[in-house]
């Protein structure tokens, strides 16, 4: 298997623009996560999905972001508009049943900087 | 809300010296986990424990849930420069998705 696969790896945009991060979970894993990291707030739980379903998005900073998973072997995670505190490596990660007995697999990231 | 605490935030050793850090969490877990970020990378998942007082080694490294089930550790024995990276400790209550420490940052010099 390739792994959880995100893409684009890296991302700059002006502020203001509309963002899109892409993810394909391994084949198989019912679980999807979407995390942020920086060095501030380090690893920060954005939303999760289980059977595509979204589960628990109170990480969700605000209005601006949001998250789809319209099948199981997809999802996206939407910024619009983009502002320079958004500037962060984002993570996908999947697992199966929740990652209960079950570790996570994370994606490579894509390190986004708005500009 | 859950938080995950861990210390300290920034290690450095000498090549053969040992590394132990701690996680804390402010509420009782059903499982911990501990991922290792290399520099640049992901996290890599490393281990899982679940039960009380639980013990779990890996090669040079030891990782421990404590009875209460709200803290945990990881020791490295005899470090080497391939241990350099963060170490993640995650824990969870049921139902929900892991929540991450901030981390702990080791360095080793040789």
């Known amino acids: 298997d390739a792994g959880v696969i995100q893409s684009p790896r890296h991302e700059v945009t002006e502020m203001g623009q509309e963002v899109t991060l892409r993810c394909k979970p391994i084949s198989g894993h019912n679980s999807l996560f979407w995390y942020r990291q920086t060095m501030m707030r380090g690893l920060e739980l954005l939303i999760y999905?289980?059977?595509?379903?979204?589960?628990?998005d109170s990480g969700m900073p605000e209005d601006r972001f949001s998250a789809k998973m319209p099948n199981a072997s997809f999802s996206t995670l939407k910024i619009q508009p983009s502002e320079p505190r958004d500037s962060a490596v984002y993570f996908c990660?999947?697992?199966?049943?929740?990652?209960?007995?079950?570790?996570?697999?994370f994606g490579s990231g894509t390190r986004l900087t708005v500009v | 809300g859950q938080q995950v605490m861990q210390i300290p935030q920034y290690q450095h050793v000498q090549e053969g010296e040992d590394f132990t850090t701690y996680c804390n969490s402010s509420?009782?877990?059903?499982?911990i986990q501990w991922y290792k970020q290399r520099p640049g990378g992901h996290p890599v998942f490393l281990i899982q424990l679940v039960k009380s007082g639980e013990v779990k080694k890996q090669k040079r490294l030891t990782f421990q849930f404590g009875e209460a089930k709200k803290n945990s550790s990881l020791h490295i024995t005899a470090t080497q420069t391939t241990d350099v990276g963060t170490y993640f400790c995650a824990g969870r209550k049921a139902g929900t998705a892991l929540i991450f420490g901030k981390g702990t940052t080791l360095s080793v010099s040789s």
């Open positions: 509420t009782t877990l059903s499982n």
């Open positions: 990660a999947s697992s199966l049943s929740g990652g209960a007995g079950y570790g996570y697999t």
């Open positions: 999905f289980n059977n595509n379903v979204p589960i628990d």
